[in-house]
Structure formats: structure tokens, C-alpha cells
């Protein structure tokens, strides 16, 4: 797919039509580059989609964006979280103290960030240890993949549930509940103008991570949860997408559609290649044998953290459809294809 995508240096604010207005905002050192802060005029003062990384450029970026299309960040009456990670969350703190704006977020990812808040730094490494080697991963890899966790953003004022409409006086902006990306993802509706916030659900060019963590869970399935809520944007029928990242672009639910089956080719590659091994493997060593864009040798150790979490949430839809099975007892866990 030619990729339409540019630096963060090109990225400017811009009027995006009825009464919404696009903010890019940087991610310092990540390759995506930037999220794009949406703002929604009211009466009552500025909605936002997001806010952005927590680091003093983009707080800047994110101020001065604002005040480029004529809002003061003082005057924001609400912050509308897509999810919990801190490129979208970050700095939603931030904008509530400086102008006093409620943050509200789903209540799946709002238990994420009390527990993130509740978690001692000590705690998480520990669990990310453990979590490590259950998966397979080699002694080394765990003492070098286990870092420093970001700071928890802010515990939210308001709790979304699917179907809830937003505090946006004069518009109707519905709150569609994307679980997958993360177990509290939400896209919202613009109803008023068929338009959808897509936050990570649904890009135009790349496709979210799904990840399980602990690799090992057996309870969840995020990846035949995040099938499920690209069906939904289907079902919302053909709604011009403002994403949170990469650019505006039209029709989610054609996109929606060619993501789906991105997941299936993969989910049948995935099933293949359980069927060549002669033996149970391991989830480190399913993820060391898939294709990545880069070799497994060449991965550093978070990407390959990253990548076993990939692994996991499509080795787990796989066991949900009943096409490959866990051994019994197994520690490093191992999956074999059911016969
Ligand atoms: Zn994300």
C-alpha cells in the first residue's frame, strides 16, 4: 500500500469541516510520530478526542495547536479518552488541571489505570518476569525485556458504556464500545454527521496491535474480540473515519472489512505452521517463526515482548475456534494443533 503517511514536521493543525478541527500532537522517539488530537466545538467549550503524549513537546504542540484554530486549552470542557495508552491518555491530566475538563474513558480500560495506579513499580516487573517465562522466553530475554513502565494517566471523571452519548451540548456523539486493542477501546459516533472517531480500532494504513498479556490467559480473547468490533464498524455502515493516528480517510466499514482479513491470513498461516512443527511449541517460539517486518534475530527485546503478545492473542482465537489445544499441564505453556 503506498504509504501516505509524514513526518511529524509536516503535520499541521487544521479545520477538518463541521465544527471539528485536527491537532496533531508529537510522540517524542516513536516511529508513528504523532496522534491526531481532535477538537469539537460547543457552546460549552471544546471536546477532545484524545489528547496526546505526556512530554512537554507535545503538551506544547497541543496547547499551541489549539490555539492556532482560535480554542484555549483553558477553556476545554471534556476530554473523551479512545483508550487507556499513553499516546491517547497521557496528557488528558494535564488538560483537566489546567482548565478544569472531566475525562471519561470506558469503564473496561478506567479498571486498567486504577490497577496501574494501585501496582508498585516493583509489582510490575516482577509480573512481566513471570510472564515472560511462562511464554518461553530465554533467561536473558527476560532480564532485558522487563523495563520501566510509563506513568499511569489520569484516573477518568466519567464512565462510558456502549451506547452512552458524550456531554457534548448540541451534537450527538455516541459512544461505541471497540473492545480488542484494548478490553476498553471505544470509537465514537458522530451522528449528527456521519463521522466516526476511530482512535486505533480502525487506521488506514497499518492495523493495531492485539496483544494478550499474560501471554498464557485462557479467560480472554482480544483478537476475537477486536473481529467482533470490526464487525460493528461494519454494521455502522460507510461513515468517513478521523483516525488517531496517520490521516482522515473514508469509508470504515471498507476498511474495517480488509483489516478482518488481514487477521484470518494470518490466523491461517499461524495454523500452518503449528501443523509443520512436530512438536508442541512454545508461544516464544510460534512468535520466532512468524514473519515480522524484520527478522526475529534483528527484533529488540520490547518488540519482541510485543510480538509474543501477538502471537498469544492469535494462538488464543485458534484454541477459542477449537482448531489447536494447550498441553495439559505444559509450563512453558505449548500448543498443539487438535487432531
Ligand atoms: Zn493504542
New binding site residues.
Partial sequence: MKSRRRPYSEQHPFDAGGGVWSVPVPIPGNPLGYTLVYAIESPAGPVLVDAGWNHPEAWLALREGLGAVGMDVREVRGVVVT?F?P??AGLAGRVREESGAWIAMHEADAALVRLMHDLEESAHRDFQADMLRRAGAGAVEVEEATGHRPRPPAVPDLILQDGDLVDLPGRRLRTVWTPG??PG?VCLHLEDADRLFT??HVLPAIT??IGIYPYDRADVDPLGDFLDSLEKVKGLGELEALP?HEWIFQDTAARAAEIGVHHEEKLRRLTALLGEAQEPLTIWEVASRMTWNRPWEELPPMLRGMAAGEAAAHLRTLEVRGMIRRMAGADPVRFVLHS
Fill in positions: 483508550h495508552h499516546d491517547h486493542h484494548t477501546h482512535g486505533d493495531p496491535h488517531a
